[in-house]
């Protein structure tokens, strides 16, 4: 008897579970970010995935799924560049896990061993629709280490990690200096990255010896710096000014490096430059502070890149100040506000990023198969009054709360 009960509770907990994985959303906008936006549009969500999406009159909405309505719907948010659930709301040394200070050059160090999802920044974040996160190893060191991608739902770090390597964050600018005794000109540092790149050369080649008596004991930071020069993973260099810009430009030219500028304040100046190199691009946000070696950033730098031919992800980046993070819904509102359109506005947290993490395949859009990461608005995205009311992870509601 007690078996048939548990067998009962069993079969009725997978009937609710699968019955509350069926979703449909009505809006009077859809904006796929894919290609055709929907007024009046329907989006079904089966198993955490997107089902289908289409106008009210070509797609019906099956018996048994809970419907959800809004003004406008958007894909999840993505924020290309940020160290949230690395560094924490309450702003002291327990919480602040994004740089390690004890050496300059560090690849070795993971973002996933280090990140937390239940930080409260994160939480913020998922309130406000972005619903999936570029993060890890921050600003202020040669190498500081590595980056990762996430979830911004609820769970164990196994659960919401979509990528525990992402790319191999590196620093160019005043920050290094800054934060260590060494270097303290930026010829120093460029003679440090080149000097742990060219070991990294000699290692991976001696590694490659068929003779294994030969080969050099492993080591994890060749290893990670190996990876970066076969270009499996990507190097992020935060550069801002001109000149540190070109310096990451001649690095990667030098070792034929998958180079993405982060920040990049001054990257409207060296368009040219930036193209030869196949460079990509996660622009600083939008309201950053002109200072140091941003002080000659401008608003317009979103618009001017992507009329230039150059995609723009939009990042939240790193703020040493509370509340600790910027939300890149509003900076990519600014960026439209000075010049960005709409569309690409929408593009710059969206598609562009997830098509730059390499990612783009279950995230950026709302398309058929695609994750089911989507948020309701209760009017215009980028309108300062506009509330997220709904966010969907995977199909799971993750927050309910219009804010």
């Known amino acids: 008897m007690q078996i048939k009960i548990i067998l009962l509770a069993g079969i009725l907990w997978l009937s609710s579970s699968v019955a509350s994985a069926q979703v449909a959303i009505k809006a009077s906008v859809i904006y796929t970010v894919s290609g055709t936006s929907f007024r009046n549009g329907v989006i079904l969500i089966k198993n955490g995935k997107i089902e289908n999406v289409g106008t009210a009159s070509a797609v019906s909405i099956p018996n048994g799924y809970k419907v959800y309505q809004a003004n406008v719907v958007t894909p999840g948010l993505i924020d290309a560049r940020t160290v949230i659930g690395m560094s924490g709301v309450l702003n002291i040394s327990v919480d602040q896990d994004q740089i390690e200070k004890s050496n300059p050059i560090q690849p070795d160090l993971r973002a996933i061993d280090a990140y937390n999802p239940d930080e409260p920044l994160v939480k913020i974040a998922r309130e406000c629709g972005i619903t999936t996160i570029h993060t890890g190893h921050g600003i202020g060191a040669l190498v500081s280490g ?17 990528q525990p390597l992402s790319m191999l964050a590196m620093t160019i600018g005043p920050s290094v200096s800054g934060n260590y005794s ?50 499996e993973i990507k190097a992020l260099i935060t550069a801002n000014s001109s000149v540190d810009i070109m310096n ?52 317009e730098s979103a618009q001017i890149l992507t009329a230039a031919g150059i995609p723009v992800s939009i990042e939240s980046g790193y703020e040493g100040y509370v509340p600790k993070t910027r939300i890149v819904l509003y900076e990519a509102a600014l960026a439209m506000a000075n010049g960005l359109s709409f569309e690409n506005a929408l593009k710059s947290i969206t598609i562009n990023p997830a098509k730059l993490l390499g990612i783009d395949n279950r995230v950026g859009s709302i398309e058929i198969g695609k994750d089911a990461d989507i948020v309701l608005y209760d009017g215009d995205p980028f309108e300062y009054t506009t509330k997220v009311c709904t966010v969907f992870i995977d199909g799971e509601v993750v927050s309910d709360k219009c804010k």
């Open 182 to 231: 060494s270097p303290g000109t930026k010829a120093k540092q460029m003679a440090m990255i080149r000097t742990e790149l060219l070991k990294a050369q000699f290692y991976l080649k001696k590694m490659s010896d068929k003779d294994s008596s030969k080969r050099p004991t492993f080591d994890l930071n060749m290893d990670m710096l190996s990876k970066m020069l076969k270009r």
């Open 248 to 299: 990451a430009i001649r690095l990667s030219k030098e070792f034929n490096l998958s180079l993405v500028l982060d920040g990049a304040a001054e990257a409207y100046r060296l368009i040219d430059e930036i193209k030869v190199a196949k460079a990509e691009i996660i622009l600083h946000a939008t309201m950053a502070r002109n200072e140091d070696d941003m002080v000659n950033m401008t608003r």
């Open 146 to 162: 590595q980056t990762m991608i996430a979830k911004t739902k609820p769970g164990t770090v196994e659960r919401v990690t979509i």
